[in-house]
């Protein structure tokens, strides 16, 4: 069975701290792995995918599958970066896995 | 152009009534999913469309939630006889299909509240 799971319901750091919010996944095929970010009052929408190797205001992600992890980092955490952060997983049937969110706060 | 939209945006109801909530994904979009986002639960995967092909109702919880797409694009989700546990923000998203880069994208959610 495919499982989502971001231990931190809650995180805070200070402006310019380093931020990792922790997402591991199980699943027996090959994951495609996302970060979705909803800022306050607004849409959840896509950050990151990890196929994409990219870098998202700032964001990184890498697929980890000995850890079977796709921790979301970023050096310099920013005020407006405040937001609840979902992983998500999906499966070779195109349905979606989503954790249970991390809240994160950046204080000024 | 129009994102996915959803109404009602709030809805309350007596429990054992049944309710009707609305999804119009985007024009041209083929996928289209239904999720529950309940407080502390994250987001459970509840139906999935995907062209002409039979829904995955796999997320369903019971045989009172129920939902339809009618001619490809709006969807309709049904929860019959609707107890205090189903209180929850349902969101729809729609992509444009299958492959990699697919990118789903989220309406703004209709809250239903069971009193």
């Known amino acids: 069975a495919q499982r989502v799971t971001q231990p931190e319901k809650l995180l805070s750091v200070f402006k310019g701290a380093p931020v990792e919010l922790k997402c591991n996944y199980s699943?027996?095929?090959?994951?495609?792995l996302f970060w979705y970010v909803q800022y306050s009052r607004q849409r959840l929408q896509l950050l990151l995918r990890?196929?994409s190797r990219e870098s998202i205001k700032g964001f990184t992600a890498d697929l980890n599958k000995g850890e079977t992890s796709f921790h979301l980092k970023k050096p310099f955490a920013q005020e407006e970066d405040s937001a609840m952060y979902y992983c998500a997983l999906r499966n070779t049937g195109n349905q979606f896995y989503f954790g249970t969110g991390t809240s994160l706060t950046v204080i000024p | 152009g129009a994102g996915v939209s959803q109404s009602p945006s709030n809805k309350v109801t007596e429990k054992g009534k049944d309710v009707e909530l609305r999804c119009d994904p985007i024009s041209g979009h083929t996928a289209l999913y239904w999720y529950r986002q309940s407080l502390g639960q994250g987001l459970e995967f509840l139906i999935y469309f995907q062209g002409n092909s039979a829904p995955d109702k796999s997320g369903l919880p019971s045989d009172r939630f129920s939902a339809e797409r009618t001619g490809g694009s709006v969807s309709t989700l049904t929860i019959q006889r609707t107890q205090q546990e189903d209180s929850a923000v349902y969101l729809c998203?729609?992509?444009?299909?299958?492959?990699?880069?697919?990118?789903?994208?989220f309406g703004p959610g209709t809250r239903l509240t069971v009193l």
């Open positions: 990890h196929i």
């Open positions: 998203a729609s992509s444009i299909g299958t492959g990699p880069y697919n990118e789903q994208f």
């Open positions: 699943y027996s095929g090959s994951p495609e």
